[in-house]
């Protein structure tokens, strides 16, 4: 495919939300037209026609204007650049919500450092918001600043969590999510990471934990939260690894309980 025209001398900040929201609005023109998808891990875990186009967009994209950056996406697009930087690319994120009819789908895009410096960009085509934040760059929203992620006792506060139900066979993951979660005052699920993480860079979210991610669901969304002033941590527990986002106070309280389960 034939990548859209792109705007000349963006930096890295604008190429990033160019890219997310033309990987978004790609895969929104061609949901009515998704009949069919593949299966990757499960049922619940699946790929369409749209992930592959909007994957292809961005990597055609970055081989032209960022050759010697590297390259790494969730539909398989891999390329070793010599630059110490990595794009890390989840063209819709929320696929099966994608697929069966929900809001709640996005692209995602990061730029990695060697030197451990992070970009993330996030595009919800459901609300036309575009999020984008990193070092050096607060968080934003279409444009505005969100704020800092507030910091409040976990009790107070609404999480959002997931574990696949598959896991909730084993007490060893099933015990800390539960701790965790009915540590907080209520929680919710999405269905999509990063869409869960951009609303918790927000505040919408006190805290957001999950187990076991891959960087493309991790890296955007923690650019966010850490670029509005939260905290992140990956814990890693009973043979599991999990990954907890949101404000300071929350993300101390979320770790305290996933650990009280060891």
């Known amino acids: 495919m034939t990548s859209p025209e792109i705007p000349e001398h963006l930096d890295d900040a604008e190429l990033a939300a160019w890219l997310v929201r033309s990987a978004g609005t790609l895969a929104a023109g061609m949901r009515a037209a998704v009949v069919t998808f593949e299966e990757k891990t499960s049922i619940s875990d699946v790929v369409t026609a749209a992930d592959h186009a909007a994957e292809q967009l961005v990597v055609e994209t970055l081989r032209r204007v960022r050759p010697d950056d590297s390259i790494l996406g969730e539909e398989g697009s891999s390329h070793t650049g010599t630059s110490g930087r990595t794009w890390v690319i989840d063209p819709v994120d929320g696929t099966y919500n994608f697929f069966t009819g929900g809001t ?24 036309d918001a575009l999020w984008i934040g990193g070092d050096g760059l607060p968080t934003t929203r279409n444009g505005v600043r969100t704020g800092e992620a507030t910091s409040a006792p976990l009790d107070q506060s609404c999480a959002s969590a997931y574990l696949h139900h598959t896991y909730l066979r084993d007490a060893a993951a099933a015990e800390p999510y539960m701790a965790a979660v009915l540590g907080a005052a209520t929680y919710r ?26 960087e493309w669901d991790w890296l955007p969304g923690k650019a966010l939260v850490e670029a509005a002033g939260g905290d992140t941590a990956v814990v890693h527990l009973n043979g599991y690894r999990w990954y907890v986002a949101g404000g300071k106070a929350q993300v101390a309280d979320a770790v305290a309980l996933l650990q009280s389960r060891a």
């Open 189 to 214: 699920t999405w269905g999509s990471a990063s869409c869960e993480l951009a609303a918790t860079s927000a505040g919408i979210f006190g805290v957001w934990f999950q187990q076991g991610l891959p």
């Open 104 to 127: 709640y789908w996005c692209a995602a895009i990061a730029l990695k450092n060697d030197d451990g410096g992070l970009l993330g960009a996030i595009y919800h085509p459901a609300e």
